[in-house]
């Protein structure tokens, strides 16, 4: 998915489909990269250890995992652009949305006993 497309996807949960069947020329809408860029960074560390790369162009591909991209990436995005619309009943909305999809992307790959030390362990 490119940011482009996100930004699509976003604006059609927004009810922003006032072009019917024309792509809308992003680049005129306010906020768009971003609320590509915060909502992408935010979910890139949450999944990756790498550095991250913002998206520079809407033609840039989002580097994140399918299930991640789908189903949590563009409903970050729209709470961005309603927030960045000032439109707080649809900011509000997508941003419990996005919270609680947010939270199922999070995963546990180690687990570390804190509790005791090596050396205690032992004993």
Known sequence: MTGKQA????????????????????????????????IYADLFCLCYDDEFIPLFTFDDKVNLPKRVLHDCYVYGVAFMLAQADNDFE??????????????????????????????????
Request: glycine residues 4%; hydrophobic residues 35%.
């Open 7 to 38: 930004v699509i996807d976003a604006l059609s949960l927004l009810g922003r489909n006032e072009q019917r069947g024309k792509s809308p020329d992003i680049t005129l809408l306010q906020g768009c990269m971003t609320a590509l860029n915060c």
């Open 90 to 123: 649809k900011m509000n909305r997508f941003s419990k949305l996005y919270n609680l999809k947010r939270a199922k992307c999070t995963s546990v790959k180690t687990i570390k006993n804190s509790f005791l030390s090596e050396r205690d362990a032992d004993v």
